[in-house]
């Protein structure tokens, strides 16, 4: 591959990179894969690193203890590819309730549990199909609805 300059771009490893802006959440990644060019300084970071790194963000941040912040509910949100809209319709919220937790309200233990949940299958899959969706679940009361996680494949 080649530079802005014409220049042939070398592969390097860096000690660590400021991912922050990528990952819109503080990130220093160690040991990280690049290509250089020698002669103008320009970096490029492959799309499979990134890719590979992204994973990583998110199951780091999936397995932190203590319930997601805004920009951690977000990340994982941009890391499923779903809008608030369509991340609302598929936990069977209102986008309001996504958006406040990306901004000012604290997610609840509920949600925060569904949404790493839907990340982790995420991860865990090797296709691009969904495998966790809610579903209503009529009880004695039918005017009364359960919520529940539905999972449709575990392994291919």
Same mark, same amino acid.
């Given at each position: 591959?080649?530079?802005?300059?014409?220049?042939?771009?070398?592969? +390097? /490893?860096?000690?660590?990179?400021?991912?922050?802006?990528?990952?819109?959440?503080? /990130? /220093? &990644?160690?040991?990280?894969?690049?290509?250089?060019?020698?002669?103008?300084?320009?970096?490029?970071?492959?799309? =499979?690193?990134?890719?590979?790194?992204?994973?990583?963000?998110?199951?780091?941040? /999936?397995?932190?203890?203590?319930?997601?912040?805004?920009?951690?509910?977000?990340?994982?949100?941009?890391?499923?590819?779903?809008?608030?809209?369509?991340?609302?319709?598929?936990?069977?919220?209102?986008?309001?309730?996504?958006? =406040?937790?990306?901004?000012?309200?604290?997610?609840?233990?509920? $949600?925060? $549990?569904?949404?790493?949940?839907? +990340?982790?299958?995420?991860?865990?899959?090797?296709?691009?199909?969904?495998?966790?969706?809610?579903? $209503? +679940? $009529?009880?004695?009361?039918?005017?009364?609805? &359960?919520?529940?996680?539905? &999972?449709?494949?575990?392994?291919?």
């Amino acid at each position: 591959m080649k530079s802005k300059c014409g220049q042939k771009m070398n592969k +390097v /490893v860096l000690d660590e990179y400021d991912f922050s802006d990528l990952a819109g959440l503080p /990130v /220093v &990644v160690r040991d990280i894969r690049i290509l250089r060019c020698a002669k103008c300084g320009e970096e490029l970071m492959l799309g =499979a690193e990134t890719d590979r790194i992204m994973k990583q963000v998110a199951l780091a941040v /999936v397995n932190r203890p203590e319930r997601l912040g805004a920009n951690e509910a977000r990340f994982l949100r941009g890391h499923l590819g779903l809008t608030q809209k369509e991340l609302a319709e598929r936990m069977g919220l209102h986008k309001i309730t996504v958006a =406040a937790w990306e901004s000012k309200k604290p997610i609840s233990p509920q $949600h925060d $549990h569904i949404l790493r949940a839907m +990340v982790l299958a995420k991860l865990m899959r090797k296709d691009s199909s969904d495998l966790l969706a809610l579903e $209503h +679940v $009529h009880t004695a009361k039918p005017r009364r609805a &359960v919520r529940r996680l539905v &999972v449709e494949r575990l392994a291919s």
